[in-house]
């Protein structure tokens, strides 16, 4: 059982910056594929990015490339998201997943544990 705490949302102005953080519990994080996914009103849950177990290997939506990066500390059992260069349209609830039977997955059923999820606003 893995239990995921994200931190780090806010409101911040178009171009701005944030970065969070997912924290995990547990002593197997390394062996879980971690991912970012989002949700904004009235929308479907999206995938943003994903990163396989050794945090060798990233997978990004093409509508955060070159913008987000993720990244992960298996000391710390932490994986962070950072994200530079924000756009109204990133405003959702963004939500950390970890996935026990796949590495660096873009499918949101393919995650085994979720966050509560942590809210990023973007001002135009």
């Known amino acids: 059982q893995v239990q995921l705490v994200e931190s780090g949302g806010g409101l911040v102005q178009a171009g701005g910056s944030l970065r969070l953080s997912c924290a995990a519990s547990?002593?197997?994080?390394?062996?879980?594929?971690m991912g970012w996914f989002r949700q904004a009103p009235g929308k479907e849950r999206e995938f943003v990015v994903g990163?396989?177990?050794?945090?060798?290997?990233?997978y990004y939506a093409d509508s955060v490339k070159g913008r987000f990066t993720i990244s992960r500390d298996n000391a710390k059992n932490t994986v962070y998201l950072q994200m530079n260069s924000l756009k109204p349209e990133d405003t959702a609830v963004y939500y950390c997943?970890?996935?026990?039977?796949?590495?660096?997955?873009?499918?949101?059923?393919?995650?085994?544990?979720w966050g509560q999820g942590t809210q990023v606003t973007v001002s135009s």
């Open positions: 997943a970890a996935s026990a039977r796949y590495s660096g997955s873009q499918v949101a059923y393919e995650y085994d544990y």
């Open positions: 547990g002593r197997t994080f390394s062996s879980y594929g």
């Open positions: 990163i396989i177990r050794s945090g060798g290997i990233t």
